[in-house]
């Protein structure tokens, strides 16, 4: 449904994205990851055609974004950024103008959308009065009203609180069931990507440093943080089983390693243990080690 190739872009003379490439599948929930600035924004605006790639290519179901974004965006609905909407109108008489100037406003399908998002009874008020989660389900609703194939959210959660995170979540998941919705979204909240996404993409600086399945980002090897002194000893010791050294005085070993094997070594090596604590690597330490910068 989208595919992705190659973009680049630079900033004042700085790279913003260094050829970034991925496809999202028809009917797939795919996550853009990474810290902020890290170029997930300006991946999602080239897509929109709201920004100028420097080079590379977007296409949307077969068709190039950059020779002919009209027709490619018709089937893409989206939230990019902050939504600005004219605060002294009604969520109705936003929706009205700003759906209007692309299209045709259809009244009937525009409260079904309304409904759906839970706006009914405050639609007719100004939007001055919306909190920033009533501004985001009009900012959904805007996007939905063309009935499009492909939903394209730029931080869709972001200054939302728990619960409106989870309704949020819920309802991009229905899309996705009742619809086959395919979505892309952009996030640094790794537990909104792990509960969301099929697959996920890794930004850093502007660099595509992970990509594939949300599972496949766990790893189920036993990991150790470990305190010791003299600390050559302990690297030594170690390395000998394989050990990966991560940030925060952590180990990493392979699955078959015998951890006691490993305790009995160290002290054998004359290593002075302060800490020895068995750890679970989280899918957080896992994106952690993707992203971290060099």
Known sequence: MLSVRNLTKKFAGKDALKGISFEVSRGEIYGLLGHNGAGKSTTLGIILSM?????????IDGISVQKDPRQALRKVGS????????????????????????????????????????????????????????????????ALLPEPEILLLDEPTDGLDPEGIKWFRDFVLGLREERGMTVLFNSHLLSEVEQMCDRVSIIRAGELVYEGAV????????????????????REVAERFRGEQMPGERWVFPEETVIPEVVSALVEAGVALSELTPMRRSLEDVYLEHSQLK
């Open 215 to 234: 599972n496949d980002l766990r790893d189920d090897r036993p990991a150790l943080k470990i305190t010791a002194d003299p600390p050559e000893a302990l």
């Open 79 to 142: 939230i990019f950024e902050s939504p600005a909407f004219y605060d002294y109108m009604s969520g109705w008489e936003n929706l009205k103008v700003l759906v209007g100037l692309s299209g045709t406003f259809d009244g009937e399908k525009a409260r079904e959308v309304v409904e759906r998002v839970g706006l009914s009874e405050r639609i007719g008020s100004p939007v001055s009065a919306y909190s920033h989660g009533m501004r985001q389900r009009l900012a959904l609703a805007q």
């Open 51 to 59: 920004v100028a790639a420097g080079s590379g290519e977007v296409l």
